[in-house]
Each structure stands twice: as C-alpha cells, then as structure tokens.
C-alpha cells in the first residue's frame, strides 16, 4: 500500500505554514504563535507515522513528471526519515525559543515566514528521492535562509548574508555542473536503485571521479568543510535560534546529508570505494576537524567558539562516511542526529546567556552558574557531549566511528578522535571552570554586560524549557543508547540496510 | 533484593546532591546544614551491597550494552572504597565545621565553595562505585570519567593560588590520560569486536599491536594511578587539597588506575606473548623507579601531605611492579592478586588515616600528646610493614612470590619498604613542626581514629575469598619488619645532613615545571607561525579584494561602453544598415 500522501503532507505543512504566516497580518502574534506551533506538532506526529511505516517496510513515494526524463520524486526511506525526525523536532524546539527569544521585536512576520521555509526545504531534502528534487530543495534552502541570517539588518549581518551567498550560491552552481553531468550520463538516478552506478564504472572511471569531486564540492561549502567553512563563523550573526537551526539542522546538516545521499544511495558504497574517494573524504574529514578545533581554541566570543566547534562536529559524519564498514556507517549517521542534538542545546544556551546576561565573551561568562544553574547544567552537558565524554550522546559516535577505524584498519582516524577529543576538552573544559568555579557578578564581583530579568526563573520559559528538553534527550540518546528506536538503533537500521541488502 | 540494594547504591548519591540543591534554594542560610548525616550517609549502601554476596546484572539499553558484576575482586574492592569513603565524609563534616559555621554567617565565597563540595563528592563517590562494579567498557569509562572530573571540585575546594595550580595539573594530564584510555580502549575493541573488558583482554592476548593497546591504557590508567613520568599531579594537587580530599583522593582515586590496570590486562593469562612480557618487564621497572624515586625525592619536601603524596606515588609504584608480574610471570597471577587487593586495601586506608591526621596534627585534641603521637605514626608504621595489617599484605605478596622463586623482587620491594618507612617518619616530623593545638571536633578526630583501627585490622573485614590471606609464620616476621627501622635511620640520618641546606626544598611536582618549561617554549615557535599564517591570510584576502576590484572596474568601464552605445543607437544602426545595403550592392554586382 502506497501512501503517497504521506511524504506530501509532511512537506506541506511547513510550506503551508510559511504561506499563512506571510498571508497574516505582522500584529496577529498569538494566530500565528498557535499556527506554528500547531504544525510543527501535527508534523511530528506525521514523521512518528513515517517511522512506523518505514518499520513495518513500506515504502511511500510520490512523483509526478516534470519534463521527459526528469521525475519530482519524494520518497520515504530509512535514511530519510532519520534527517526528517531531526528536522522535525528540532523545528518545535526551535520554534518555541524563537518566539521566546524575539518577543516584541520587529519583522517577525518575515521572520517566521522563512523559518518555515526553510525547514520545509530540510524536510524536501531528506525526501528527495533523485538528484533533481534534491537540488531544488537545496537551493531553496540556501535563498530561505538568507533572510534569516541577515534579519536584524545591521551592516555586520548584510556582510555576513553576502558572504554567505557568495559561498553557497557558488557552490550550487558547482553542484549543479555535476548534476547536469551526471544526468548526462546516467540519465535520471534514483537514490532508491539497487544497482548504482557499477555499470558506468568501466567505461567512464575518470568522468565518475570527476562527478563525485563536483558533487562532494558543492555540498561540501554547506557541510564546512575546510577550506570551504569562511561562512560559517561569520553567519554567527543572525538570532540565536538561527544559528542553532543552521549548526544542528539546516544548511550545515544538509550538505552533510546531501554527502552521505551522494555515496551511499547514489554512488553506493563499494563503487565509492572502488573510486579511491572514500579515503580522500576521510582525509578531508580529519583535516577539518583538527583545523575547526584549533581555530575554536583561539575564539574569545561563544558564538564563534560554537560555530568553529560545529565545522569541527559535522566532519565527524563525513569521517563515518570515509570509514568503510557498518560501524563508521553507524558512527556517521548517529552523530547526524547527536551532534544537532547537543549542538541546538549549546547554541540555546549560548543565546540565553546573551539574552538574560548580555553576556558574547567567553570572560564575561565567570560565575554564570550560579545565576542561570539550569542553562548552565544544559550548557556542560552540551559541552560534555562535545567532547565525547560519557554519558552523553557524543561518547556513542566516537565509540562507533573508532571501532569502525579500527576494523577498516585506518589506525590514523582513532589519533584523530583523540586529538580531537583533546582539543575539544582545551577550549570547552575552561569555559565550564569559569561558569561554575569562578566567582563573577552573581557573587558580587563586577556586573553583568546588560543583565535582564527576563522571567521567573532563571530567564524566559520559552527559552528555557526547549534547552531543558535537547539537553535531556542527548544526554537520554546517550545513556539509553540500547533502546530501541534511539538514534543509535535507527542509524544502525540505516546502515544494515547498506551493507545488507 | 540484591539488584534493590545496587540500584539504592547508585541512586542514593543523587538523592543527597538532590537534598544539597534544596538546601541551597530553599533553607533559610542559617540552618544550612551541607553536612547533614544524609550526607554522610551516601557511600552507605554501597558499603552494604559490597557485603551482600555475589551477583551480576545485564541491561541492554543501558549505553551500549550494560554488564555489571560484584565478583570476587569488586566486593572487596568496593568494601574498601565505600568504608573510605563514609569515613572520609564524616571526617569532612568536622573538618568543615568552621567553614560552615562561616558560611551559616552569611559569608557568600563559604557558602558557594561548600555548595560545590556538597554537591560535587557524592558525584565522584558514584563514578567510583560504578567503576568497580563494571564490566563492560562503557560503563567502566564512564565511571571513570564522572570520577576524574568531579574531583575536580575536591582539588581546587580551598580556591587559593596552590589550589589551582594543583586542580589544573590535575586536569590537564586527566585530560590526557582519558585521550590515551579512549585511544588503547578503541583499539583493543575494535579489533576483538567486543564491549565487555573481558573481550579487552583477549584482544590484548590475542592481537598483532597487542603490546601497544596495552601500553595506551597502561599509561591512561597510569596518569591516576601516578605511574612515573605522569605522577606529577599528586604533589600538586595534594598539599592544595583539603584534608578528607586528599584522603579519598589518595587513598581509593589512584587505586582506580590499578584497578583499570587489573581489568584491562590480561594478567596470568596462559597465551602471554614475548612482546608483552617484555612490556610487563618495562612496567616492573618504572614500578620500582618510582618506588624508589618518589622515596628520595619526597623526604626533602616542607609539607606532610607532599611528603605523603610521593609516598603514594612509591606505593602505587610497588603496585605497579607487582601488576607487572602477572604479565612477567603469569602463573604468579592467581596466588599474588588477593594479596595486591589487600595491599590496595590497606594502602587505603591507611593513607587515608594519614592524610585525616594531617588535619589532627594542625587542629591538635586536648589528649596526652605521647598518645596522640603514636595514633598518627601507627598507619605509617602500618605501611612500613612493621605491624598489624601492612605485615599480613606485605606477606601476602611476599609468600606467592617466594613460591614461584622471584627473590630478587622480594629483595627490591623490601628496600622500597625502606623508602616508605623514611616518607612516613618525614612526614610525621614535618606534622610536628607545623603542628597547632585546639579546634578540632568529634567527627574529625571519630572518623580518623576509626579509619586508623581499619587500617590496622584490614584483612578482619575484607571480603576476600576465604583462606587466601594467611598470617605470616614467626620465622618470617623480622625478613618482613627490618625496612621499618632503617628506614627510620636513613630518615633520621638524612635530616642531619641536609641540615645546613635549610631553606632551599626541592619543589614539589618535580617533572612538572620542567614539562611547563618545555611545553612553554615549543609553544613559542607555534604561535609565531600561527601569527604568521595570520597574516598571510588577511595579505590574501587584501589582495584578492584588490583584484577582485580591479576586475569590476574593467567590468564597470564596460558598463559605460555599453551606455555610450545606448546613446549612439540610432546612428549606429544606420551605419550598419549603410554596411550591409554596401555589402548587399558588392555581392549584387560581382
């Protein structure tokens, strides 16, 4: 039983939702509060039933033809469904804190409109079922989020926003060359063929190779991945809820996913490996994560920290993809949800402490414990996990992507880990000393930057509450990994459905 | 009922924090009581679960795949730990008593740090317990993890300068030792394929790069147990500790690092291969380095808890060496490891004692002062050998190693005993110098002497398997006791001639200051080229911004090309149309 319906609807309701938004008037703030809040609900419940259903073994697809040759497909699948449950939640969460976070502020109509946007584009995205669906998703994810990065309108934010174009409007056109290629030669390529690209393998190596550079590149400037991260840093300008979307979900995610789309489904893994381009990934991936670590030691504000620490955490899913094997398999698609997990939780937290305390700089931090005891408990196990320390979720992947290493026989990828780890404890490590070791303003030392009280507790409830619920579930992803239907089980579904067909 | 107790044994140290955070928020700040007898009572359970009897639980949910077991080696570990524990908490209530009294006042800097304590020990207490209690590595590492950071807040508690100097010391190389264990642990699983430290051994018998998995944890668990080389940490961190911080610190945390050894390695395994009995010969030599090293260098030290710090590190060197031997000489294994846990078990305790009587000598009781003398020198000659339990381990060693005839060691480890024998007598005599009467209480003094009479009787209530503890025969008793008095001597005769020197101490955390050194000046080179790669990149960026502009003004001279082409549109079109009707008239006529 198809259910074409599915995939549709759940698309729909954030496309909707955006089309409502910018349809209501800017003063309607209590519709549009329940509209939004309503549909990211209603989309959750569609993605449990899409969870079920790719459980029980169906597959759902809808498509329509577009041109001769060229089919609009969106299809359920294991993997899919994975980016899509992310997406999903992360939008609730996310959602909340935004109204929190931007209450009584201007152009929240736009705000919202585009918020929606582009998580219905993430939502496209992990449905794409070919390569042409999956660009147009991509690329409208890339104009959604502009106006998100540049939404307070200062001169900084525009730099940002053109510069963020510059990089991703650039690297779509490289993406797209290597479509246009690809569809060349193989004419329209399902994600979902069983076969590949194995056929093409002997006649065109060189072509393949090239394809591949092409498409990595392009999806590449979405992931961070070094050279191609100088966005990233700099978009740390646009609202805190923002940039938690884009570090734990959005444009950062998808061209990860768009990576593992790529090898996995469109490739397919023993044609990766038969290309030699597994190996060059890895390599990529283990030189960003030393750089992007490196780099964040040298940051003096938070944000920037976080964001240099999500360029480092995002080539900790391409390494999984370079690892052969199911464990780096595993590894790379449980670190898609648990780093966006632990990431949102930081980048929540980093947003209150601005917003409560005026706090950017990592020295006005001292002693923040005290005020904010929950953001901060929040904040150390975001950090924690970061560092791949037990219990939480970022220990889990690090065990999966070693293991996977060890069994691939790439011992240089576990001194990677542990480099990084290392350097991951270097910059997070000091940062919970000042936050509970060092007396500050809450001790009578000084005053905070631009303090607020915001609410009853600690800060405002709507953003308090969404923090207090990703940091308890990557921290749940961690220590109940066994369970089923944890992030753990699903990535391993994916995977034995990869190396087990 | 067994499974109710351990879940009451892990769960009760988060009811106490949970209390300690209601106290804060909630009682008014006089009747703050941060040492509250449920405080105290939080190693309780298990202290009791350690006695009940044997048991095993798996859960597949928990981490990735949870096995946990009290055997025949984690019940007596855990007795000793939990009993250190509780004794420790109830020394801390008395050793903080002034404090408190302080922080009851409305002092707020008081108020924050004992908070901190209060919340922070029943979390270190837990990593411990869980550590003991694991058998698969995820639970094991995080354990172990939750334990190392925790204490952190024992370390750094007072806040002075030596405090941080110390915490930070000790964090940076906890750091680097969860890199190394993190390293050798995937490795090892993941070439067996295995989550359970029992797979961990196997891989370690059974694997190509056996050795080298073996020598990452060995240094990862090293950094704790203060292996020579990492030890520097102890030193620090110690003297800067409070006293039942120290205590626990010393007495059962480093023993994590043995007992992380004992897990990991396949000690006595028939399969031992050469390489990694040589490793096992390379460990008896840092073992006995350290025994020897920390000895000498530790009786020039100015504070007791220095002194005694490199006392642990001498001990946990025996250790080592002796852990060493169930890879050198595996069928040593099984007759040695009882008397290793006892030896651990009475090291902890009576290094515990010994640090809680650092407290006595500064907060001196109102007793007879030859009395009280000789209950803080009783644990040290404990440890020396000379009497009660530090005789019985000491001949638990002793007597599988002369069965299986390794003389030689025996002779060594004797002569270490010398080297202990000095610590300790340097140690007391440091405690008379910078001795202070009155202001001590009940708990401090209750809790150490308790943990003095534990010390002496512990092979009474270890719950290690029956009959492999013996009492040494009398014709042994002077081959065992002769380290205590020459040690006494050398100490003595040492002190008379370094005499002259006073003034000038040997600083404490030796390789330390000249790791900093080091580390300071290749740091030096690296931020000069960090600075250099800097400004190549703004150069760069500069530049291409330049071209980047010289480009749009080609590109912008175009743009008024093309207006001067607006402007001339109708002229030009009428010269091309001139053009071609020229052209179409040439064609015409040829």
Known sequence: MNAAWLPLTALATSLLVAVTIFALPEEARRLRTTINIGAAVVKIILVTLMVRRVAAGHEDIFSFQVIGGLDFVLRIDALGVMFAGLSSLLWLCTTIYAIGYLEGSANRKRFFGFFSLCVASTIGIALADNLFTFLIFYEMLTLSTYPLVVHRGTEKALN?????????????????????????????????????????????????????????????????????????????????????????????????????????????????????????????????????????????????????????????????????????????????????????????????????????????????????????????????????????AGFITKWYLGVGAIQAEMYWVVAVLVASSTLNAMYFLPILHRLWFRPGPSHGKGNWPHEQRLGRLETHGWLLWPMMFTALISLGAGLFAGLPYSPLDWAARVASGEYLP | MITLLLALALLWPFGVMGHAVWLAYRAPESQRDYFSVLWLSAAWPSLLLAYVGEAQWTMDAWMLGGEWELNSLSRPWLAFTALLWSLAAVHARGYFAAEQAQAQRGDQDAQRRLLRLALLWPLTLLGNVLLII????????????????????????????????????????????????????????????????????????????????????????????????????????????????????????????????????????????????????????????????????????????????????????????????GLVAPDVWPLLWPGLVLFAAHHALAKGSLFMGTSISEHLPRWPQPLIWALLALPGISLAGAIGAGLVSKWGVKAPLYEMHHESLIKLLSWAAVGTAALVSAALWR?????????????????????????????????????SIEMPPLKEWLGIMWPFPVGVLFAAVGWLVTRPLTGKTLPAGDLWWFYAFVVGSVLVPIRAFGHCCGRLKSASVVTTQKAEETLMGHLTRLLSGESWLRHHTSGLMMMLAVLLAALLMWEGQR
């Open chain 1, 160 to 392: 940002a926003g053109r510069v963020y174009l510059r990089y991703t409007l650039s690297a779509g056109v490289v993406l797209l060359l290597g479509a246009v290629l690809l569809n060349n030669l193989t004419g329209d390529q399902s994600f979902s063929s069983e076969e590949g690209l194995g056929d093409y393998l002997n006649d065109h190596r060189g072509l393949l190779t090239l394809i591949f550079i092409l498409l990595v590149s392009g999806l590449a400037v979405k992931a961070a991945m070094v050279p191609l991260h100088g966005w990233l840093p700099r978009a740390m300008v646009a609202p805190a809820p923002v940039s938690a979307l884009l570090h734990a979900v959005a444009v950062v995610k998808a061209g990860a996913f768009g990576i593992l789309r790529v090898v996995y489904d469109l490739y397919g893994i023993e044609l990766s490996v038969e290309l030699g381009v597994i190996t060059g990934l890895a390599v990529a991936a283990s030189i960003t994560i030393i750089y992007g670590s490196l780099r964040a030691i040298a940051q003096q504000e938070l944000k920037p920290l976080l964001a240099f620490s999500t360029v480092s955490q995002v080539s900790y899913v391409i390494l999984g993809i370079g690892i052969f094997g199911p464990f780096g398999t595993v590894g790379a698609l449980a670190h898609l949800l648990h780093q966006g997990l632990m990431k949102v939780t930081l980048f929540f937290c980093a947003g209150n402490y601005a917003e409560e305390l005026g706090i950017h700089r990592i020295d006005e931090i001292d002693g923040a414990g005290k005020r904010m005891p929950l953001t901060s408990i929040a904040f150390t196990i975001g950090a924690l996990g970061m560092i791949g320390l037990p219990p939480v």
């Open chain 2, 134 to 325: 694991a058998q698969d590595i995820a639970s094991f590492y995080l354990g172990f993890a939750v334990m190392t950071f925790a204490a952190y807040a024992l370390v750094v508690h007072t806040g002075t300068q030596e405090a941080r100097l110390g915490a930070k010391a000790y964090l940076i190389l906890a750091v680097l030792g969860e890199g190394l264990i993190l390293g050798g642990f995937l490795w090892s699983a993941g070439a067996a394929d295995t989550l359970m430290l029992q797979g961990v051994r196997e891989s370690i018998v059974s694997a190509e790069h056996g050795v080298w998995m073996a020598a990452l944890l060995c240094l990862g668990f090293g950094v704790k147990a203060g292996v020579i080389g990492l030890h520097v940490w102890l030193p620090l961190a110690h003297p800067a500790a409070p006293a039942p911080a120290s205590a626990v610190l010393s007495g059962v945390m480093i023993k994590a690092g043995l007992l992380g050894w004992i897990s990991v390695l396949p000690l006595g395994h028939a399969q031992v291969s050469g390489a990694l009995a040589q490793f096992g010969h390379w460990m008896l030599v840092a073992g006995l380095a350290a025994a020897f090293a920390a000895a000498v260098y530790g009786v020039f030290q100015r504070h007791p808890k220095a002194v005694l710090a490199y006392s642990s590190i001498s001990q946990m060197g025996m250790m080592t060496a002796l852990v060493a031997m």
């Open chain 2, 431 to 467: 405690q008379w110098q910078q001795r202070h009467q009155g202001g001590s209480n009940r708990e401090q003094w209750g809790a150490w002497l308790v943990a003095v009479i534990a010390a002496l009787l512990t092979p009474l209530w270890l719950p290690l398997p029956a009959g």
